[in-house]
């Protein structure tokens, strides 16, 4: 069973920057997609970006240009480094594993708080 667990999430204002770390269990890290999806309230969860086993990279619109998310397959981690953070932002912010060769997401963790305020 793998499990994921996020860091990194708080309060900053806007124009600030903040980097989600997301560690995973298990060997089958390597090998699969991770994600980043946000959640705002009274919304539903949506991708912010994801990264494939061999680095590819994919961006929701709205944060182009403002997060990079990248791997360490060493470290079993993904993270997602946020600048010039906006207070439309704020959200929990899930980590997710997509394994081959599942073509949804089929773990998560348990989300981080990020509040931006204006």
């Known amino acids: 069973q793998v499990q994921l667990v996020e860091s990194g999430g708080g309060l900053v204002q806007a124009g600030g920057s903040l980097r989600l770390s997301c560690e995973s269990s298990?060997?089958?890290?390597?090998?699969?997609?991770m994600g980043w999806f946000l959640q705002a309230p009274g919304n539903q969860r949506e991708l912010v970006a994801e990264v494939s086993s061999r680095g590819s990279t994919t961006y929701a619109d709205s944060v182009k240009g403002r997060f990079t998310i990248y791997r360490d397959n060493a470290k079993n981690t993904v993270y997602l480094q946020m600048n010039s953070l906006k207070p439309e932002d704020t959200a929990v912010y899930y980590c997710?594993?997509?394994?081959?060769?599942?073509?949804?997401?089929?773990?998560w963790g348990h989300g981080t708080q990020v509040t931006v305020s204006s």
């Open positions: 298990g060997s089958i890290f390597r090998l699969s997609t």
């Open positions: 997710a594993m997509r394994t081959p060769p599942l073509t949804g997401y089929n773990y």
